[in-house]
């Protein structure tokens, strides 16, 4: 049996045609400030916003895994103010939303390389991970200080040490093993990527687990993606022939 649900849009969406994993590349925060007359850290600042409203949405949903691209390794190029204003959001997001998230059975995850950020930043971080880790909803993961060329270089090196002392020989490492490797190994397999802002590239997020990947491309700034934007990305989404490589 099919159920649907409508939005205030009246799109209906499919049960069983919810992505499980669905992934945000977060795009448009300055611009969006930059059109209000605002510095751009207030559009990182608003943004964080909407990272919860989704979030929740998503919970709501039934979706089994979020990931939000929150800062990536390429994000040190730019000026250091806005890097410092950044790493200090995680503080001020789960002071007023942790609770949210407890109350609503939202577990929060991240991959990334997070000890390259402040001691302060850190602790926030593996404390809200640490709080919410017997929580069986949502899982929120952000992906911090994240490059996918990265964590695939990791997962490689990772690989050839343990075949050099023997844990694993050649004849095992294929896909499957890999992806054991990947900082992404214990979340569902990414079924949809939304980007917003009007750019259509990657941007180095997620580049292996993106392989067969459904894309939404939002000319909408972050922090203006709302609930309504969500549940067309979802309808788009559910319109999909998801073949694999194969024919049906």
Request: proline share 3%; glycine share 6%.
């Amino acid at each position: 049996m099919l159920f649907k649900r409508k939005d205030e849009s009246n799109i209906e969406l499919i049960d069983e045609l919810i992505p499980q994993h669905i992934a945000f590349i977060m795009d448009g925060n300055g611009r969006w400030a930059k059109k209000r007359g605002m510095p751009r850290t207030y559009g990182h600042h608003e943004g964080t916003k909407n990272i919860r409203t989704l979030a929740l949405e998503a919970n709501r949903l039934g979706i089994k895994a979020m990931t939000v691209y929150a800062f990536s390794t390429e994000n040190f190029k730019r000026p250091q103010s806005e890097v410092d204003f950044i790493f200090k959001l995680p503080k001020e997001f789960f002071k007023i939303y942790l609770k949210d998230f407890l109350e609503n059975n939202i577990q929060v995850r991240y991959i990334g390389h997070i000890e390259k950020a402040p001691e302060s930043t850190r602790e926030v971080i593996l404390d809200s991970v640490e709080q919410t880790k017997n929580n069986t909803g949502l899982i929120l993961c952000f992906a911090f200080i994240y490059g996918s060329q990265d964590e695939i270089i990791c997962a490689v090196k990772d690989i050839v040490k343990d075949a050099k002392e023997g844990a694993i020989s050649e004849e095992e490492i294929n896909e499957e093993l890999f992806e054991t490797y990947l900082m992404s190994a214990d979340l569902p397999p990414l079924d949809y990527m939304i980007r917003t802002s009007g750019e259509c590239r990657l941007s180095n997020f997620m580049l292996w687990q993106m392989a067969y990947a459904e894309m939404y491309f939002s000319d909408v700034y972050w922090p203006d993606f709302g609930v309504e934007e969500l549940y067309k990305a979802l309808d788009h989404y559910q319109k999909c022939d998801r073949r694999y490589g194969g024919l049906k």
